[in-house]
């Protein structure tokens, strides 16, 4: 009898979740002798791990009637080298809506600089921390990296450590999977950038929140991943940018004390929100670029915006 059976009134409808990955924007390496600048801090519910050797967080319970707003930082802008000046810090990135705990991330932190011989300045805490300058010739002789936010990404390198007389480089900044390198071999040559985190969100396996190198003068640091900014050479070539829209930091001026030199930007962060096609409402603002993998539609946000679900 139709009495015994299920009351398909009283049973709730299958609750839709969505994957994020939020990236906020990298630092900008620092001036003169300057330390690679420090990725974007990095957080994301797809895959097993999350930025600073975490595990994945939970994925959004979407709710019908909500907007989720999506704010993207802006990487830090690069310096001139005869500033004598850190870098710039990256921007927040977020995901915020009703009912919703904020997803936050920390913009990257500066790299540091050489100020006179007997001064330098620290990288900045961050997402990941910034690389240290170098040529302190006092004791400790080192300038620290800055320090990186727990769950989001690692520590910049010291620069300068243990070194008499500034000959040895800048640090490498901090990166979502890894720590910035400490100088290189060679005359004052910078750090190598710390690795990104490689995520499948979007379908296909990318890195995203690498560090920037050190600047220097014998040589210069790599960026992290191939994603974070390179240093520059002394006198013959400014630090390069992070990878557009991967959070990842800038490297780092050489010694070049010109107008002409300058460290890299930070690359600007992004943020990615898989769910499944068959709960895609399609009604969003700020144009993410749309596509899908599977049975899932991946929103892709360069710049601030919303989706509302229904």
């Known amino acids: 009898m139709f009495g015994q059976g299920i009351n398909f009134g009283l049973l ?69 080298s005869n500033t004598y000046g850190r870098g710039n810090d990256g921007n927040t990135s977020s995901i915020a809506a009703t009912g919703l705990t904020t997803i936050s991330t920390v913009g990257g932190g500066a790299g540091g600089t050489y100020v006179t011989n007997t001064t330098t300045l620290t990288g900045n805490s961050g997402g990941s921390g910034g690389g240290g300058g170098t040529l302190h010739q006092t004791s400790p002789y080192t300038s620290a990296g800055g320090a990186g936010t727990s769950n989001q990404g690692y520590a910049g390198a010291d620069g300068g450590t243990g070194s008499f007389n500034g ?102 962060g992004v943020i990615i929100f898989r769910l499944p096609t068959s709960a895609y409402s399609g009604t969003t603002t700020g144009s993410p670029t749309v596509t899908t993998d599977g049975s899932d539609t991946i929103l892709t946000y360069t710049g601030s915006g919303t989706y509302v679900h229904s």
């Open 167 to 268: 000959t040895v480089g800048p640090g490498g900044g901090g990166g979502s999977a890894a720590v910035g390198s400490a100088a290189g071999s060679g005359y004052r040559v910078g750090g190598n950038g710390g690795a990104g985190l490689s995520v499948s969100i979007t379908g296909s396996s990318s890195f995203y929140a690498a560090g920037g190198a050190g600047g220097g003068e014998g040589g210069a640091g790599t960026g992290g991943s191939s994603i974070g900014g390179n240093g520059g050479v002394a006198n013959t070539s400014s630090g390069t940018a992070g990878a557009t829209n991967t959070g990842s930091g800038g490297g780092g001026c050489g010694n070049s004390g010109t107008s002409t030199r300058s460290s890299g930007a930070g690359g600007s």
């Open 12 to 80: 709730a409808a299958a609750q839709v979740v969505a994957d994020f990955l939020v990236i906020a924007g990298g630092a900008s390496g620092g001036a003169f002798y300057g330390g690679g600048g420090g990725a974007g801090g990095l957080r994301t519910s797809y895959g097993s791990t999350s930025g600073g050797g975490s595990s994945n967080e939970s994925t959004i319970e979407l709710t019908d009637g909500v907007t989720y707003t999506f704010t993207v930082g802006a990487g830090g802008a690069s310096v001139l």
